[in-house]
């Protein structure tokens, strides 16, 4: 399975934009690239994925590289409960079988300053 | 909607006890899987089903089963507890195996 490496964790201001990075240097064609967040003491949250074109939603953005080796993960204003743990996940584009299942690291550890 | 839910919340076992946790979802997903949380860990795949009447083994199989006889209910059945079983569970469901998933808020093992 393809691996992510992502900080540790990341201090941000609230009201301030937060750039989360992600680092996918084995990333093959038909791999997705998935956020997900926990909050303390919840299940996992989506986030946001995407393929090869930067993306947006409500709750973020995800910028891709040209070369799909890294991406980076942009809330635009933290607020306090923007606080969580943020996985950056590889999940290939293939039926069946586990290669599809979702494949979690440590993730980044985001603190939201007041 | 109430999503994936789970349950119980909380759950206490003697070592050797057998139980079983409830994972049910009103999305009509195909997929859903179970997971494992442990202290500053990543989640870990346990079980998975692509549909009703088919499941697999993911990373961390052993000690558990599961069955799939609807599309909403995967249970996961603990035959003999052991302390190193002591976890958070997650269960998620999806669409398909590789967009979103929606996760269940967890329960809380102890095997003591």
């Known amino acids: 399975d393809a691996k992510t490496t992502q900080p540790n964790s990341m201090e941000s201001n609230e009201e301030e934009p937060v750039h989360l990075p992600c680092n996918h240097s084995?990333?093959?064609?038909?791999?997705?690239i998935h956020w997900y967040r926990q909050l303390p003491s919840q299940g996992p949250e989506y986030v946001i994925h995407?393929?090869?074109s930067n993306v947006n939603n409500r709750m973020a953005s995800l910028a891709i590289a040209e070369d799909r080796k890294s991406s980076t993960l942009i809330l635009h204003r933290a607020t306090l409960r923007d606080a969580a743990v943020y996985y950056c996940?590889?999940?290939?584009?293939?039926?069946?079988?586990?290669?599809?299942?979702?494949?979690f690291g440590k993730g980044t550890k985001l603190s939201v300053k007041p | 909607n109430a999503g994936v839910t789970q349950t119980p919340k909380f759950q206490v076992l003697k070592t050797g006890q057998s139980m079983t946790l409830q994972c049910a979802q009103d999305m009509n997903h195909e997929y859903m899987s179970w997971y494992r949380q442990d202290p500053g860990m990543g989640l870990r795949l346990i079980h998975y089903?692509?549909?009703?009447?088919?499941?697999d083994q993911g990373e961390v199989p052993n000690g558990y089963n599961v069955s799939r006889s609807t599309t909403e209910d995967f249970p996961l059945r603990l035959l003999s507890a052991a302390p190193s079983q002591t976890s958070v569970y997650f269960c998620a469901s999806g669409r398909d195996p590789f967009g979103m998933a929606f996760f269940g808020q967890g329960t809380r093992l102890t095997v003591v």
């Open positions: 084995t990333i093959s064609g038909t791999d997705y």
């Open positions: 996940i590889l999940r290939v584009d293939n039926y069946g079988g586990s290669q599809g299942n979702l494949i």
């Open positions: 089903s692509v549909g009703a009447g088919i499941t």
């Open positions: 995407g393929l090869t």
